[in-house]
């Protein structure tokens, strides 16, 4: 059964800066599309970041200039570096991995951005 374990997540003052990872396992990472989606109270849940299996990347407008997502295929790892963090930014923060038919989620990682 493929796993996604999230990390990362904290409690961090705004214009702060957090790295959530992400890592895969029982599974051919490499070839699985990657991404972030995070879910705030009452809000559903939304994409905030995707990278191909060949790296190209997109973002949600609400984090463009301030998140990167990147991957490491030889570690089977996805990375969402968030900057200049926003009290809107708090959310719980879900890894995604899709390929074909298949599409899998971690169990999340709490972000919460608060002075």
């Known amino acids: 059964q493929v796993q996604l374990v999230e990390s990362g997540g904290d409690l961090v003052q705004p214009g702060g800066s957090l790295r959530l990872s992400c890592v895969g396992s029982?599974?051919?990472?490499?070839?699985?599309?990657m991404a972030w989606y995070r879910q705030a109270p009452g809000k559903q849940r939304e994409l905030v970041a995707d990278?191909?299996?060949?790296?190209?990347?997109n973002y949600a407008d609400s984090v463009k200039g301030r998140f990167t997502i990147s991957r490491d295929n030889a570690k089977n790892t996805v990375y969402l570096q968030m900057n200049s963090l926003k009290p809107e930014d708090t959310a719980v923060y879900f890894c995604?991995?899709?390929?074909?038919?298949?599409?899998?989620w971690g169990q999340g990682t709490q972000v919460t951005v608060s002075s």
């Open positions: 995604n991995a899709k390929a074909s038919i298949y599409n899998y």
């Open positions: 029982r599974m051919s990472f490499s070839i699985y599309a």
């Open positions: 990278i191909t299996k060949g790296g190209s990347t």
